[in-house]
């Protein structure tokens, strides 16, 4: 059965720092992974999707990467910022149908 | 273009009460997925539908939980008799081929 674990469970750094967020699960054999993004009483925001044959996805200051024989894959965020201040998500796909199975997130603050 | 709407984005029942969450999804996506996001259990699938295939319906709780999909378009997803363990919030999203999915703001259900 696959799990999925983010470490840690919350974070706090001074605004300009990099955040790096990590995200494990147990059964490599996954379709993709996601990660998200999600505001107090919000809904998910999509931030970057790598397929299981990627090695790594760029958006602006985010870079995630997949090892997926390891089972790991690492959220970078540069140069943070207190806008950054959120709840990141991150989930995988273990079929053809794309239901996500979810780790339970890493809360991110942000100080200015 | 629009993204993922839902609504209510707020309901109150009493328990015992059926309730219908209605979700439509980005015009163009084929797929549609419900989850349910609780503080016990974090975020967890409900019930996928994909184009005029039949619904994986393997993560609904409870046979008091029923979800369909009218058109390849809207989906209206019912609890019926309400139990204060239902109280969550009801994610929707849709993507296209099972790839990157786009979330709604959700519906916070409250039993009391």
């Known amino acids: 059965k696959q799990e999925v674990t983010q470490i840690p469970a919350?974070?706090?750094v001074p605004e300009g720092e990099n955040l790096v967020l990590n995200c494990s699960f147990t059964d490599s054999a996954i379709y993709n992974l996601q990660w998200f993004r999600q505001d107090p009483g919000k809904g998910l925001t999509s931030l970057l999707l790598i397929q299981s044959s990627q090695r790594e996805q760029t958006s602006g200051r985010l870079n995630a990467s997949l090892d997926k024989s390891s089972g790991r894959s690492t959220l970078y965020i540069a140069a943070s910022q207190p806008g950054d201040s959120a709840t990141?998500?991150?989930?995988?796909?273990t079929d053809s149908?794309?239901?996500?199975?979810?780790?339970a997130g890493?809360?991110?603050?942000?100080?200015p | 273009g629009a993204g993922v709407s839902q609504s209510p984005s707020n309901k109150v029942t009493e328990k015992g009460k059926d309730v219908e969450l209605r979700c439509d999804p980005i015009s163009g996506h084929t797929a549609l997925y419900w989850?349910?996001?609780?503080?016990?259990?974090?975020?967890?699938?409900l019930i996928y539908f994909q184009g005029n295939s039949a619904p994986d319906k393997s993560g609904l709780p409870s046979d008091r939980f029923s979800a369909e999909r009218t058109g390849g378009s809207v989906s209206t997803l019912t609890i019926q008799r309400t139990q204060q363990e239902d109280s969550a919030v009801y994610l929707c999203a849709s993507s296209s081929f099972g790839y990157e999915q786009y979330f709604g703001p959700g519906t916070r259900l409250t039993v009391t």
């Not at chain 1, 990141?88 to 796909?93: D, F, K, N, R």
């Not at chain 1, 149908?97 to 780790?103: H, R, V």
């Open chain 1, 10 to 12: 919350a974070l706090s």
């Open chain 1, 88 to 93: 990141y998500l991150c989930a995988v796909t």
């Open chain 1, 97 to 103: 149908w794309g239901k996500l199975q979810f780790g």
């Open chain 1, 106 to 111: 890493t809360q991110v603050v942000v100080t």
């Open chain 2, 35 to 45: 989850y349910r996001q609780s503080l016990g259990q974090g975020l967890e699938f």
